[in-house]
């Protein structure tokens, strides 16, 4: 059983930087992905950054170039370092962990993933 924990949120103004962390249990070199999703009030949640176990790193067009996914092998725990932050950043950030190989063109999709965080909100003001 994978258990996922998210930390690191808070409110910032537009500009601003956070770094989140998620702290994985029970994780298993089998687990082929792991990322970031978020879901703004009234809207579904979408994946932003994911990154597979040989590296590769997958990120939404609304955050590259801004948002660095990476993790510590070490610590079991995964990041995401939030740069220049905008309030339509504004969300509630999710962790989570799949055990199956997704096809590149579904890495960002929700349903792929079978094991979720319970979610850390960052508030970006203007």
């Known amino acids: 059983q994978v258990q996922l924990m998210e930390s690191g949120g808070g409110s910032v103004q537009s500009g601003g930087s956070l770094r989140l962390s998620c702290k994985i249990s029970g994780y298993s070199p089998t687990n082929r992905c792991l990322g970031w999703f978020r879901q703004a009030p009234g809207k579904e949640r979408t994946g932003i950054a994911i990154?597979?176990?040989?590296?590769?790193?997958t990120y939404a067009q609304s955050i590259k170039g801004r948002f660095t996914i990476s993790r510590d092998d070490a610590t079991h725990t995964l990041y995401l370092e939030m740069n220049n932050l905008q309030p339509e950043d504004t969300a509630s950030y999710y962790c989570?962990?799949?055990?199956?190989?997704?096809?590149?063109?579904?890495?960002?999709?929700?349903?792929?993933?079978?094991?979720w965080g319970s979610g850390t909100q960052v508030t970006v003001s203007s």
């Open positions: 990154l597979e176990t040989t590296g590769s790193e």
């Open positions: 989570a962990a799949a055990i199956v190989q997704i096809p590149s063109w579904l890495l960002l999709k929700d349903v792929q993933y079978k094991y």
